[in-house]
């Protein structure tokens, strides 16, 4: 990926923490050093506020109330899809769905798009670096319409493999399922040029967009992917909410997903007119006070701006591999922090994960171990699991110092 | 005492030595030709995995192996109940319970990796009996 950055002003990460509840916390005597937004990125007091300000001050259902406290809830339950819209630079408001998560916007595709469009004869391709929910989906896609499935591997040092990207076009797919950012390896995958190289081969392009969204400039027309998904959890919002921006053309032609209430135009007894983009894929009462958070939380983004939040993290990243690789024994995975979002993941000798974010844990440094939810890259490169440290807006060097120290802490009580 | 206090009261003897030991230098471990018992499992959070087989004779545990790979709580805990059983009738091997398990590894466990300490003696049982048991610290 090109990047261009244009905000220079460092981003001043103690600044940012003192925004952070959580973050104020101590255990022990000792700071919590939260190394794992890649799962779930800690929430700033304005996101927080605004949950508990529209519980306790405007609590109404959206859409159809004609009352103040409801029609209040309807105006900042669709604001909040504008400023999604251009924090992505989607076309239109009417390409913002939300749903559940990532995972529930994938599945969106897979069951709506996928079987009015995908069929025996076809190919569906993802890559070998993708999360549990953009494989899944997929497959069960492929199970039910006999489509063949094909897969682009990750090279040694954590990017897809060129041939197989050349093979894969060849088969002038129907479905290119890939991620923006591997949420293990950290890779950055060039996913406007993979679009473009797709796209001359009629292939539809759905982006995994979960790692990326929340760490860098994001801009989906630029991209130009058919469906990209993100979630709110992971850029400072509330749990229970994900996003699906769809080409409009798409999702205009494709079927609902879930039928009931919102999604209407007109209901009669054996037969119903859906409602336009985007409530056609809105069934049933939704994540009110989570999109109002998600709106809060695209603010405070913007205001940091991504650009910023992007050389911030890089700079981190870059520490960060830079001190972990003087740990003996450590073996990091993906690539170098040019081409590397904020997760980074790593082994230490002998000690499986799950023991080393233990013992991290007791230097109160929270770290993730385990498969990540993507366990063919585990089988890739012959592991078990790996430990994941992931960065964010609120981490300094601070934290990966601590991180390095517990590191060699672990190795004493491992008697390396 | 605060809920995370309480939890972190026994962390520092966490590691042991001789669980290391029995990690590094684990006691039983292979796998039996042609056992008369088999079983494996994993733990779908961290990924610990299990494998037991056995070999009785007129009721009695002559053989034991585990195989698998993990942590170092649920190798070493699958390595010790290997020694538990080695030698004893398989009746009495059924009534070996969670405190027993836990009880021989001599540590206190945060609930998430009881899970870890419990596997080896899940997929024990789930081989004598031929079929999944439940997770031994459900109520």
């Known amino acids: 990926m090109t990047e261009t950055i ?22 022990n005597g000792k700071r919590l050093v939260y190394l794992d937004s890649g799962a779930t990125s800690q929430k700033p007091s304005a996101v927080i506020e605004a949950l508990d ?6 609590n109404a259902n959206v859409h159809r109330g004609v009352y103040r406290i409801s029609e209040l809830a309807s105006e900042r339950y669709e604001k909040s899809r504008v400023k999604v819209q251009r924090f992505v630079n989607a076309r239109s408001s009417r390409e913002i769905i939300f749903t559940a998560n990532v ?8 069951y709506t798009w996928g079987r009015a469009n995908v069929s025996r004869d076809d190919v569906i391709v993802f890559t070998e670096m993708e999360h549990h929910s953009n494989i899944v989906p997929w497959q069960i896609l492929s199970g039910m319409t006999g489509a063949r499935l094909e897969f682009i591997h990750v090279t040694d040092d954590g990017y897809l493999n060129e041939e197989d990207v050349e093979r894969a076009l060849e088969l002038r797919p129907k479905l ?6 591997s949420n293990v390896l950290g890779t950055i995958n060039p996913i ?7 796209h001359e081969v009629g292939t539809t392009v759905v982006v995994d967009a979960a790692q990326a969204v929340p760490h860098m400039p994001v801009d989906v027309r630029e991209w130009d992917a058919d469906f990209v998904g993100f979630t709110a959890h992971k850029m400072l919002g509330p749990t229970g909410l994900g996003v699906l921006c769809g080409r409009r053309e798409l999702l205009e032609a494709m079927p609902p997903f879930m039928g009931g209430g919102d999604m209407i135009r007109e209901v009669h007894l054996d037969r119903t007119r859906y409602n336009e983009l985007p409530w056609k894929f809105e069934a049933g009462t939704p994540n009110i006070a989570g999109v109002i958070g998600l709106g809060v939380a695209v603010d405070y983004l913007s205001e940091l701006g991504m650009d910023r939040v992007r050389a911030h993290e890089r700079e981190l990243v870059a520490y960060a591999m830079e001190q972990l690789a003087e740990v003996p024994d450590l073996r990091l995975f993906g690539p170098p922090p040019k081409d590397h979002g904020a997760a980074v993941s790593f082994t230490l000798a002998d000690i499986h994960p ?27 490169y012959d592991i078990a699991a790996t430990t994941r440290a992931s960065f964010y807006i609120y981490n300094d060097r601070d934290d990966v110092d601590a991180l390095v120290e517990a590191l060699h802490k672990a190795r004493k009580i491992f008697m390396l | ?13 966490f590691y042991r030595e001789y669980i290391l030991d029995y990690y590094r230098n684990p006691r039983n471990r292979g796998v039996i030709e042609a056992p008369d018992y088999t079983y494996e499992d994993s733990n779908p959070l961290c990924g610990d995995e299990i494998r037991m087989d056995l070999r009785v004779r007129d009721g009695v545990v002559e053989e034991v192996k585990f195989s698998g790979r993990g942590c170092a709580i649920s190798q070493a805990s699958a390595s010790m109940l290997t020694e538990m059983v080695e030698g004893r009738p398989l009746e009495e091997v059924k009534q070996i319970s969670k405190e027993d398990m836990l009880e021989t590894l001599g540590i206190t466990l945060t609930p998430v990796r009881v899970k870890c300490a419990l596997l080896g003696l899940k997929v024990l049982k789930s081989s004598i009996y031929g079929l999944p048991v439940p997770d031994e610290d459900e109520p």
């Open chain 1, 354 to 380: 799950h023991d080393l974010a233990h013992i991290l844990d007791q230097e109160n440094v929270c770290v993730r171990a385990g498969h990540h939810c993507a366990q063919p890259l585990m089988e890739r």
């Open chain 1, 103 to 110: 995972t529930a916007s994938l599945n969106m595709v897979a």
């Open chain 1, 192 to 198: 406007k040029e993979l679009v473009a190289r797709f």
């Open chain 1, 176 to 181: 290119l399922a890939v991620t923006a950012v």
């Open chain 2, 1 to 13: 005492m605060g809920i995370i206090a309480r939890e972190y009261r026994h962390m520092d003897d």
């Open chain 1, 6 to 27: 244009t905000d220079t002003r460092a981003l001043d990460a103690q600044a940012v923490r003192r925004d952070f509840p959580i973050l104020q916390q101590e255990t």
């Open chain 1, 53 to 58: 300000e529209y519980y306790r001050t405007y």
